[in-house]
């Protein structure tokens, strides 16, 4: 019997996992659901998958759901699912309403929460991470990720995509995605010192850039910039002490080591690159394959690299962050 998995959401993110899926998971049956019916539609023409209206009109056994709707649906979502015996991989949240309820829920069950972080699987942030573990000397980083909002989903209008509204907006989730691999490569932020601004005419409800100084644990210090402004997409990135210095621009070629006896940067030679023109070019497909190949792993039994539990502590340094005068 082929098992089902589900597809919540068939926007950017949703349609991403049915690719993925599909190549990955051949032998399960696909079903997508999403409220709007010309997208549903569009995906069952593309992707010749099924569609229904909703989770009860599925007929069970479901193996998995990938929910991959706007945040504040989530929690609610994922009840669900687990109620109706489907191992769950949940789009990032931005917030962690529900999260004690549904992690008791999944172990009564006895069925997998997966929460997606995909820049760990990044090959890139991999070798960052595993260099400053091995390097114990507090170090300096600095990090500038900015990316002008109404480029993130050019096809949607705006004011209906979530990173526009205050709650979930466009700065916050950039916070999310990035401080998960941040803290595992240099540990806990233990405080913060933020500047925030509007520097925009988007007329936004919530500060379009923050300037953040990171204390971490073992006395590393980071400069994070996050913004929606810049015209440019860019992620750019340093690290270093006295006796390391990396650099990266966010795709894989640009990953640069200093060698200290040479005095020479050399680039860091990682593995695949996979890319849709879709999207911009630091935007590496591999760590999505990655990550649903870490899924179905955590479904058998494997530890993932990210859990709820870690992310409640990164939304609440958010929360932090957002609150800081």
């Given amino acids: 019997m082929k098992k089902t998995i589900l597809v919540i959401g068939l926007g950017s993110m949703g349609q991403r996992r049915i690719r993925i899926l599909k190549a990955l998971r051949p032998e399960c049956t696909i079903i997508g659901i999403d409220k709007d019916k010309t997208r ?44 109706n015996g489907c191992h769950v991989f949940s789009e990032i949240n931005l917030l962690d309403t529900g999260y004690e309820e549904n992690l008791k829920l999944a172990q009564t069950q006895g ?71 941040i803290t595992a490569a ?25 300037a953040i100084q990171a204390s971490h644990s073992d006395g590393t210090v980071g400069i994070i910039i996050i913004d929606v402004v810049s015209r440019k997409a860019v992620r750019r990135f340093e690290a270093y002490n006295d006796s390391m210095y990396l650099s990266w621009e966010g795709t894989p070629a640009s990953l640069l080591e200093k060698d200290m006896e040479s005095g020479e940067e050399r680039t860091v030679v990682l593995g695949s690159y996979i890319h849709d023109e879709r999207y911009g070019a630091f935007v590496n497909e591999a760590a999505y394959v990655k990550e649903l190949e870490e899924f179905f792993a955590a479904v058998e039994g494997k530890k993932p690299l990210y859990s709820f539990t870690q992310d409640q502590e990164i939304i609440r340094l958010i929360n932090t962050i957002e609150e800081n005068p």
């Fill in 40 to 83: 549903a539609e569009q995906a069952k023409q593309e992707y010749g998958i099924d569609i229904c209206s909703s989770i009860s009109d599925v007929k069970p056994p479901i193996y998995a759901a990938f929910i991959c709707t706007s945040p504040e649906s989530h929690p609610g979502l994922t009840t669900t699912c687990l109620q």
């Fill in 111 to 181: 069925k997998t929460l997966f929460l997606s972080s995909t820049p760990l699987y990044k090959e890139e942030i991999q070798y960052i991470i595993q260099k400053s573990q091995e390097n114990r000397d507090k170090k300096i980083y600095i990090y500038h990720v900015g990316q002008y909002l109404p480029d993130w989903h050019p096809w949607d209008n705006l004011d209906d995509f979530f990173v526009s509204r205050k709650a979930t907006n466009g700065c916050r989730e950039l916070l999310a995605i990035e401080l998960p691999w």
């Fill in 186 to 210: 240099f540990g806990k932020i233990e405080s913060v010192s933020v500047t925030k601004a509007n520097f925009s005419h988007l007329g936004l409800s919530f500060p379009d850039t923050y």
